[in-house]
């Protein structure tokens, strides 16, 4: 039998991921995603997925493969040699580790593309999947983003909704809702970051949105992708020192 055309387009996800019950909520979720999936539990083939015939499209790559110090890690990283090759696919690495962001800076110069914690949400695994497999489009930004996850409410003149602030960056956010507006429609968000006080009210315009389905699905949510279209110098400044805050692990 021929293979189908679709399958062929399909981007490939090799999983290396020693851990049982990573398993057991990474290979489903990729695999409802559409992507086609190879699994493996060892390191020994994780080159060969690297280029050739049989080169992924991403690895989802648990760094317990490894072993279970820092130092083991890094040199299995290093071992494989992704900084220099330039045809290496974005990696996904995930750490049961607590790491500093020197030791995330350090996994990323060798070759990992995306650090997380073994502890990171659902949602926030799924946005860094779609923004390796698909960094021209929606999750392609110039600004560093991290998960957030704190309630904002959103819209004009006295019609506000409410929704839940994820994957912020100086830049905008997607803002998960059951009633986003149309693509192209500019809003009001106001929200308050995590441990400060003061509210930002920010103008933003709807750039992409996934509206709410009779049968959720928690891997598609329902809300929209917001770009702000003025944010002052002292909210700016704000919004980095938590960015930078959350990407070094704090709460």
Known sequence: MS?????????????????????????????????????????????????????????????????????????????????????APPVLAISVLKLSQEARDRLERLGCSVVLSRQAPLMEVLFAVNRLLFPKIRELRRYTRVFGGFPAKFGREGDWREGQVYNISREGAFVQTGSPPDDGQRIQVRFILPGLEEAFEVDAVVTWRNPPGADPDPLAPAGMGINFLSLGAEARSTLGLFIAARKNGAD
């Open 3 to 87: 293979p189908d055309p679709a399958d062929q387009d399909r981007k490939k996800v090799s999983v290396f991921d020693p851990e049982e019950r990573s398993r057991a909520v990474i290979l489903p979720m990729l695999e409802r995603l559409g992507y086609e999936v190879d699994e493996h539990h060892t390191r020994d083939e994780i080159l060969s997925r690297c280029s050739g015939p049989e080169r992924a499209d991403m690895i989802f790559l648990h760094l317990a493969v490894f072993g279970q110090t820092y130092a083991e890690v890094t040199e299995g990283v290093r071992a494989l040699g992704l900084d220099a090759r330039e045809d």
